[in-house]
């Protein structure tokens, strides 16, 4: 079974930057894709972006595109979001997901079988 665990979470003012992680502590990653989703407070989740396994194909919500990067490193069974020019708006817990949605056709609403209990983001001046 794959286990992800996100780290990076935190308090921030607005304007600044925060890398997310997203591990696996048992399984791999190799052969999924992976997404980030979020969920702020009263709202529905949202899948921000995700990466194919093995092309590097990737998507990006418009809330948050040329902002947000997303990457991963199969060699350390991990995958990184990069956020840029933090606003109040992104205030949400994030979760980490894994499966075998095809990125490229489908974008990242499907196939994410693994999640993880997800990391605070928090935007305040």
């Known amino acids: 079974q794959v286990r992800l665990v996100e780290s990076g979470g935190g308090l921030v003012q607005p304007g600044e930057s925060l890398r997310l992680s997203c591990a696996a502590s048992s399984g791999t990653l190799e052969n999924l894709a992976i997404g980030w989703f979020r969920q702020a407070p009263g709202k529905e989740r949202e899948g921000i972006s995700c990466?194919?396994?093995?092309?590097?194909?990737?998507r990006y919500a418009d809330s948050v595109k040329g902002r947000f990067t997303i990457s991963r490193d199969n060699a350390k069974n991990t995958a990184y979001l990069q956020m840029h020019s933090l606003q109040p708006d992104d205030t949400a817990g994030y979760y980490c997901?894994?499966?075998?949605?095809?990125?490229?056709?489908?974008?990242?609403?499907?196939?994410?079988?693994?999640w993880g209990k997800g990391t605070m983001v928090i935007v305040s001046a």
């Open positions: 997901a894994a499966g075998i949605a095809d990125v490229a056709r489908r974008g990242c609403t499907y196939g994410m079988d693994y």
């Open positions: 990466i194919s396994s093995s092309d590097g194909v990737t």
